[in-house]
T-cell receptor, first 115, second 115 residues
């Protein structure tokens, strides 16, 4: 069965600090997809990134970067120079090619960025 | 802007009184999902429609039903709400099912209170 673990329940940083959110997954499939979503206090889940299992290239988008390592089954998310607006709950999710049950979310990490 | 809309944003219902939550989308996506999210937890998939094909999760209580009269609209019916059904209900859409790696786009959610 697929499983996503976000071991960090809550993280608190001061503005401008860098912060990394960890995500470890388990799957028996060779083809799968990993996602990160942001859920600000307003409640709406915002899609951030999708990565498929055949693409281990790391990605950078502004202050956001993602490190995908199949060898350790991890898909970590780093925010550089954090800002107060980054305060949210961040969910990592896994979808498997042959699993019709679509995405399974991790428990989420609550990030608080203090001014 | 193309989007996923949920109405109402806040809904109060009485114990045992049927309630309907609505979701509409302008993205013209094939798939529509309903999730339940309780406080400090990850979203839990209740069911989804792939076009007109309804797919129920095995552990979704019979108390929860859904209708999709057309591509744009999807409804969540709770036949006899209990106190344990108080939660945020999230609607999401995707172009295709998650097994093909398509990300989901979420509405702002409806927060249901049961008194």
């Amino acid at each position: 069965a697929q499983k996503v673990t976000q071991a960090q329940t809550e993280i608190s940083v001061v503005e401008k600090e860098d912060v990394t959110l960890d995500c470890v997954y388990e799957t028996r499939d060779t083809t799968y997809y990993l996602f990160w979503y942001k859920q600000p206090p307003s409640g709406e889940l915002v899609f951030l990134i999708r990565r498929n299992s055949f693409d281990e290239q790391n990605e950078i988008s502004g202050r956001y970067s993602w490190n995908f390592q199949k060898s350790t089954s991890s898909f970590n998310f780093t925010i550089t120079a954090s800002q107060v607006v980054d305060s949210a709950v961040y969910f990592c999710a896994l979808g498997e090619l042959y699993n019709n049950n679509d995405m399974r979310f991790g428990a989420g990490t609550r990030l608080t960025v203090k001014p | 802007d193309a989007m996923v809309i949920q109405n109402p944003r806040y809904q109060v219902t009485q114990f045992g009184k049927p309630v309907t939550l609505s979701c509409s989308q302008t993205l013209n996506h094939n798939v529509m999902y309903w999730y339940q999210q309780k406080s400090s937890q990850a979203p839990k998939l209740l069911f989804h429609y792939y076009d007109k094909d309804f797919n129920n999760e095995a552990d979704t209580p019979d108390n929860f039903q859904s209708r999709r009269p057309n591509t744009s609209f999807c409804f969540l019916d709770i036949r006899s709400p209990g106190l344990g059904d108080a939660a945020m209900y999230l609607c999401a859409t995707s172009q295709e099912r998650g097994r093909r790696g398509y990300e989901q786009y979420f509405g702002p959610g409806t927060r249901l209170t049961v008194t």
